[in-house]
Nanobody, 127 residues
Framework: QVPLVESGGGLVQAGESLRLSCVSS????????MGWFRQAPGKEREFVAGISGGGTVTDYADSVKGRFTISKDNAKNTVYLQMNNLKPEDTAVYYC????????????????????WGQGTQVTVSS
């Protein structure tokens, strides 16, 4: 197991920003694709953003493209999700995930491709 710990969630108003962090303890994040997913009440878990093992390829869901940015700091073993211009429909529990094998390709959008998950952090956007 690779513990992943998210932080940075909270309650904000529409149009404001948040930055989520995900720290990987016990293993480097370099070489491992990582993703952010979210799950709203009554809805399935959905892909938000992903970053390749080398950090050179990123992918975003259409609903967040242009507003969210995923990045990684290998020295800190941390992945970030900068969320700008938040909307009420972004309200959800946000999860960080990592694959278990080294890969430098395009991050997978399917949550089943990820082996390790954090506990989640709540993001609530009021209108």
């Amino acid at each position: 197991q690779v513990p992943l710990v998210e932080s940075g969630g909270g309650l904000v108003q529409a149009g404001e920003s948040l930055r989520l962090s995900c720290v990987s303890s016990g293993r480097t994040i370099h070489g491992y694709a990582m993703g952010w997913f979210r799950q709203a009440p009554g809805k399935e878990r959905e892909f938000v953003a992903g970053i390749s093992g080398g950090g050179t390829v990123t992918d975003y869901a259409d609903s967040v493209k242009g507003r969210f940015t995923i990045s990684k700091d290998n020295a800190k073993n941390t992945v970030y999700l900068q969320m700008n211009n938040l909307k009420p429909e972004d309200t959800a529990v946000y999860y960080c995930a990592s694959v278990s094998r080294v890969t430098y390709g395009t991050p997978n959008r399917n949550y089943a491709a990820y082996d390790y998950w954090g506990q989640g952090t709540q993001v609530t956007v009021s209108s």
